[in-house]
């Protein structure tokens, strides 16, 4: 089992001590987000084809749905949000599932900036059916040179624009 070698919980939050769980006792997640959590909003919808042998949607799906609140967030029509010359690449991803997602409907997934970094972000994302948390992720994301395929630091315009969608 790995601990954090630095003070603070699970998610980073410095002001919190590190869980320490029972040998052999999994790490506790953090409570699950509400809709109030997130800025900015994009829908799935649910397919038939999405659902699993035991008739909920696949565990696959839900990164997908991530993708889908980021490139909603990033890619905003007539407004991207990457400086020209560069694009945005995934180095982490970590999902909690919570609950069961069943077709059919939708899923709204809420995205939020959690923190920048000097060429990266941190994102929090919540996937809600009716109001229940399905699944929450965080994604760290690195802004990346296309010429030399590495990473480029965050312009000061486009930091602005980040803080904006905090939590």
């Known amino acids: 089992m790995i601990f954090a070698a ?7 939050n410095r002001d919190t001590p590190a869980p320490r769980p029972q ?8 409570p699950p987000p509400t809709p109030e ?3 900015a909003w994009t829908a799935d919808r649910l ?10 949607i696949n565990n696959a799906v839900f990164a997908t749905f991530c993708e889908s609140g980021r490139t909603s967030l990033l890619f905003e029509e007539g407004a991207p949000i990457s400086p020209p010359g560069t694009a945005w690449v995934i180095a982490r991803l970590e999902l909690d599932f919570r609950s069961e997602l069943n077709w059919p409907g939708e899923v709204e997934i809420g995205t939020a900036v959690k923190s920048i970094g000097g060429s990266s972000i941190v994102l929090r994302q919540g996937m809600f059916k009716d ?3 399905a699944a929450d992720a965080q994604t ?3 802004l990346m040179d296309e010429a030399s395929r590495k990473s480029a630091p965050l312009p000061p315009e486009l930091r602005a624009r980040l803080e904006k969608l905090k939590a």
């Open 6 to 12: 630095v003070p603070g919980d699970f998610w980073g």
């Open 23 to 30: 040998r052999g006792q999994p790490c506790p997640a953090p």
């Open 37 to 39: 959590d997130f800025p």
């Open 47 to 56: 397919r038939y084809c999405d659902t699993d042998r035991q008739g909920h």
């Open 131 to 133: 109001g229940v948390c």
């Open 140 to 142: 760290v994301i690195v």
